[in-house]
């Protein structure tokens, strides 16, 4: 099969444009990574036949994904041209059996690089493959109220998961483990991947202070929805915050008690609240 029909390559240029259509791609802002299936992977090799460049260094060792198979976005690419540009806009890469290098397959063409945010979403893989081998999907957006919300309300887990779930009746049910937060720190890094991947064995979610959002998922379709869910959630909460007026009601923690009994959510982080 082409690559371009391959059922995950649609997946991940819809995901793609749907992140831009909601305002969460300035520029070159965000990105996205798949790993591929064993199946996947076999009919990369059958269609390209041979790897289209020589190792490359990762500056990042991932020593669980030797030899996977990613999609990736292309740095300083524009997630507005996923659909548009395809084979410019990402590509397919192999690690190496040591998971310190990489080469591309398809796509990246004229000179590409893997975004970025790559050792992030290697380390942040990582995690999510130990965890369940059906976590496929990292996405990176810069969602705009979310990003508003980080600078009023305190960089703590506890404090960023409970404002978040007070704001909107679902969003204890979609996130019952809450959110992690980075604090500001320089971004494609070593040090944030390392921070960003050690609070993805608690979270799905992890905000980064001041610049965005990372999402794991099974699907695109869940990366996107927590993307969506979290961002809608900060969106009322910037609402109500920029009114100036006090909140005469919300969701309280008695409340979220009541959606956790009433949903079974077994995996709830109930030390968040108070
Ligand atoms: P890239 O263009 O390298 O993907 O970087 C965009 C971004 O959002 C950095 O955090
Ligand atoms: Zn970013």
């Known amino acids: 099969m082409k690559i371009l029909d391959m059922p995950c390559t649609k997946g991940f240029m819809q995901i793609a444009?749907?992140?831009?259509?909601?305002?969460?791609?300035?520029?070159?802002?965000?990105?996205?990574?798949?790993?591929?299936?064993?199946?996947?992977?076999?009919?990369?090799?059958?269609?390209?036949?041979?790897?289209?460049?020589?190792?490359?260094?990762?500056?990042?060792?991932?020593?669980?994904?030797?030899?996977a198979f990613f999609m990736v976005t292309r740095t300083t690419g524009y997630m507005r041209n996923v659909k548009r540009t395809p084979e410019q806009a990402f590509g397919i890469v192999e690690l190496d059996p040591t998971g310190t290098k990489y080469r591309i397959w398809w796509g990246l063409s004229d000179g590409g690089r893997p975004t970025s945010e790559f050792p992030s979403h290697l380390k942040n893989h990582e995690v999510k493959m130990l965890q369940d081998p059906a976590n496929r999907v990292i996405y990176h957006a810069h969602p705009v109220n979310l990003i508003a919300m980080t600078f009023i309300v305190p960089l703590k887990d506890k404090d960023f998961s409970r404002a978040l779930w007070q704001i909107m009746t679902e969003c204890p049910v979609i996130f019952p483990k809450g959110v992690g937060v980075v604090p500001w720190m320089v971004p494609g890094k070593g040090e944030i991947a390392q921070a960003t991947s050690k609070l993805m064995e608690k979270y799905d979610i992890v905000v980064w202070a001041h610049h965005g959002l990372f999402c794991a998922g099974t699907t695109f379709d869940r990366a996107f929805g927590l993307m969506d869910t979290v961002e809608k959630s900060a969106e009322i909460y910037m609402k109500v915050a920029a009114t100036g007026k006090k909140r005469l009601s919300t969701i309280t923690d008695a409340g979220i008690r009541k959606i956790i009994k009433a949903f079974g959510l077994k995996d709830f982080t109930t030390k968040f609240l108070r």
């Open 17 to 67: 444009q749907d992140g831009v259509d909601k305002g969460w791609h300035e520029m070159n802002g965000g990105n996205l990574s798949y790993r591929l299936t064993d199946a996947e992977t076999k009919n990369v090799k059958a269609v390209c036949k041979k790897p289209a460049s020589g190792w490359t260094e990762l500056g990042e060792s991932v020593p669980k994904l030797a030899g």
